[in-house]
T-cell receptor, first 114, second 116 residues
């Protein structure tokens, strides 16, 4: 079946613009994670959804970052007033459930803020 | 907090050479340990995992053993191929309980290049 998809794959934004990044998880997957991967680094956790509930947003770096999953499937990560330090690859992963289930990653969205 | 430290790369090997990529971790409790691989142009894929001490994960000729006494999970392969060229990430995830929901903590990644 289809894997996790993300769109757009690439996004260039001018500093100060708002962006929205979309994640389509594997159908039926309860858990959805967002990670941020800076160049040359490993991914870092941003936020976690279980169905439509955002249960952990401890990794969001500032109040400019906002995520939602209103119907428990597609998720959107929104960044307001983008800054250069927001440039990174944003990864979405989904799994059947929390903890011991394997996380399946999407290809990521590469955000470049100029 | 939890952390993962990988050996610095890049690592360059000839085909059929032996591979070791070191990984050590710091965590409370007894996490699950993972190796993920990212091939050029592709997303992160789970390579292997181990969920408790002394477990050995294996896949595609790669192996790693969960060593609680040394808090390590080193990745090994006896004979690498050109197609193994990729970035390898060690990661950990708390097991059930608490409020982490299984989020992954990654190392910084090790670039492996295998030459014919």
């Amino acid at each position: 079946g289809a894997g996790v998809s993300q769109s757009p794959r690439y996004k260039v934004a001018k500093r100060g613009q708002d962006v929205a990044l979309r994640c389509d998880p594997i159908s039926g997957h309860v858990s959805l994670f967002w990670y941020q991967q800076a160049l040359g680094q490993g991914p870092e956790f941003l936020t976690y959804f279980q169905n439509e509930a955002q249960l952990d947003k401890s990794g969001l770096p500032s109040d400019r970052f906002f995520a939602e999953r209103p119907e428990g499937s597609v998720s959107t990560l929104k960044i307001q007033r983008t800054q250069q330090e927001d440039s990174a690859v944003y990864l979405c992963a989904s799994s059947l459930g929390p903890y011991s289930y394997e996380q399946y990653f999407g290809p990521g969205t590469r955000l470049t803020v100029t | 907090g939890d952390s993962v430290t990988q050996m610095e790369g890049p690592v360059t090997l000839s085909e059929e050479a032996f591979l070791t990529i070191n990984c050590t971790y710091t965590a409370t409790g007894y996490p699950s340990l993972f190796w993920y691989v990212q091939y050029p142009g592709e997303g992160l894929q789970l390579l292997l995992k181990a969920t408790k001490a002394d477990d050995k994960g294996s896949n595609k000729g790669f192996e790693a053993t969960y060593r609680k006494e040394t808090t390590s999970f080193h990745l090994e392969k006896g004979s690498v191929q050109v197609s193994d060229s990729a970035v390898y990430f060690c990661a950990l995830s708390p097991n059930a309980g608490g409020t982490s929901y299984g989020k992954l903590t990654f190392g910084q990644g090790t670039i492996l290049t295998v030459h014919p």
